[in-house]
């Protein structure tokens, strides 16, 4: 692959990267939409479910697109050098990496949420279910942010290994 095209390609991933970013936050604004208006018929929230889901749709697409563009102009110039290889490996460990620390803060404010719901002092059933749901969403992102780090350390034992680095 010629620098050119390296660098093209390296812009496409970078925009594949935000598209992927963009393509969450609009999936979270989807799922808001849905539970704040479920059984709603108003043709305007109707209107901005379908278009919310066709942006969706699209977006995916697009990443796939160009994605594909992508690993046809690698597939072309021939296989990675070990040196490319390590390259992606690292970026993608530094990704499972930040992904966990993110991720690992959030049952703490789960918890401090569920302690503000304790102390608000309406011990009701709904409230009782939602700090049990929470309580359940904060494990399951702990147990997230172990699967996160192991795929970090995993990657780094690997690229060691192919690069003749020892930890």
Do not use: K, N
């Amino acid at each position: 692959m010629t620098v050119t095209e390296a660098s093209a390609a390296w812009e496409v991933e970078q925009v594949a990267g935000e598209l992927r970013e963009t393509y969450l936050a609009v999936a979270a604004a989807t799922v808001l939409l849905e539970r704040t208006s479920a059984g709603c018929a108003h043709p305007a929230i109707r209107h901005a479910r379908r278009r919310g889901d066709d942006a969706l749709d699209l977006a995916g697409d697009a990443e796939r697109q160009l994605s594909d563009g992508v690993s046809r102009l690698r597939t072309a110039s021939g296989q990675p050098s070990i040196g490319d290889l390590i390259e992606v490996l690292d970026a993608a460990r530094d990704q499972f990496g930040a992904a966990a620390a993110q991720v690992g803060q959030l049952p703490a404010r789960i918890s401090a949420a569920r302690q503000q719901l304790a102390d608000a002092g309406q011990p009701d059933l709904a409230a009782e279910t939602a700090s049990g749901q929470w309580a359940r969403a904060a494990e399951q992102l702990d147990l997230m942010t172990e699967s996160l780090t192991a795929a970090a350390e995993a990657l780094t034992s690997y690229t060691e290994g192919l690069s003749g680095v020892s930890a």
